[in-house]
């Protein structure tokens, strides 16, 4: 893959090939690191991220779930963040910030163990290249998404992804580009990495937390746009049978950005193409992350 020749880790950069850790680390052994993804985009105010402000409360919020001390500040994360980018002289990116546990030792309990941050810039286009635009093949997974009373679906840590990981490879290995995880109720949770809206009668609908949902940053920016352009989102249940008949569906991610679903299970939803609505909030969502909208600069970290 490409790289950047910096990452900062434990309050210092060092080179890319020299970030490694012990194949001891805890949190390898017992997927109990955190970690969060941002994008930084080129406006024509010079590079920025989108809402780090916000990513870093969740990666503390994941954090204190897991009972996990971070031993900086978000003041002090935010600020590494941006001397990231300056030290890569970073135009666009993918930023991987993760808290995991180090290897002092091999047993279960983490008390007396190191804590350790690391943040990594890479490149990375759209997730699903050209299909941003034309639309993805999704197919319902037969692994459904984690319980709240197995593990919290709130605190985006490293484990959480095996459930991920297992949807996404049974969906590409039948030919479809992404995977749709149903809860253990039956009802629709979301994408492997992505939250997922519909569209009936003009209006959103998406489903609610307690479908075992991350809550997404995306997703929470759809919504406020979704709102000032009029267009009502409904948080609700989702039965399987319903997306089928969406006028619109669409996924939301950091990773995703805004990528319409045109196909579940092989029934085509809507007429197959990008939905109006869809495009409608796509569009406003890509100004916005170019700054070309002032009205939510507050959205925007930028680095010089």
């Known amino acids: 893959m490409k790289n950047f020749p910096k990452i900062w880790m434990n309050g210092k950069f060092v080179k890319f090939e020299d970030a490694k850790i012990h194949v001891l680390t805890h949190s390898l052994h017992y997927g109990n690191a955190i ?19 916000e990513h870093l409360n969740r990666l503390f919020n994941s954090a204190k779930t897991y009972c996990m001390r971070i031993p900086y500040s978000k003041e002090e994360l935010r600020q590494a963040t941006l001397s990231l980018l300056r030290a890569n002289k970073v135009k666009e990116c993918y930023i991987r910030p993760i808290i995991f546990y180090g290897a002092e030792h091999i047993g279960l309990e983490p008390e007396g163990l190191s804590v ?3 943040l990594i810039a890479v490149p990375w286009g759209h997730y699903f290249g050209e299909k941003c635009e034309k639309g993805v093949r999704a197919k319902i997974s037969s692994w459904c998404r984690i319980n709240p009373l197995i593990v919290p679906p709130q605190a985006k840590s490293a484990g959480n992804y095996v459930n991920s990981l297992l949807a996404k490879m049974e969906a590409t290995k039948a030919g479809y580009d992404e995977a749709i995880l149903q809860n253990i109720s039956g009802y629709i949770a979301e994408g492997p990495g992505e939250n997922i809206f519909i569209v009936r009668q003009g209006k959103l609908i998406t489903p609610p937390v307690h479908a075992g949902i991350l809550i997404g940053v995306t997703r929470d920016s759809i919504m406020r746009i979704a709102k000032d352009m009029e267009i009502e989102t409904i948080i609700r249940d989702i039965p399987r049978e319903e997306l089928y008949i969406a006028d619109e569906a669409f996924f939301t991610g950091t990773a995703a950005e805004v990528t319409p679903i045109v196909e579940v299970d092989d029934r085509v939803i809507g007429n197959g193409k990008r939905g109006q609505i869809t495009e409608k909030l796509q569009s406003a969502f890509f100004g916005i992350l170019r700054g070309k909208d002032e009205r939510y600069y507050d959205w925007l970290e930028f680095v010089y």
């Not at 994008?39 to 402000?53: D, Q, S, W």
Request: net charge positive.
């Open 35 to 53: 970690f969060e993804g941002l994008r930084c985009y080129e406006t024509g105010k010079g590079p920025a991220v989108f809402r780090l402000r």
């Open 116 to 118: 350790n941050v690391a």
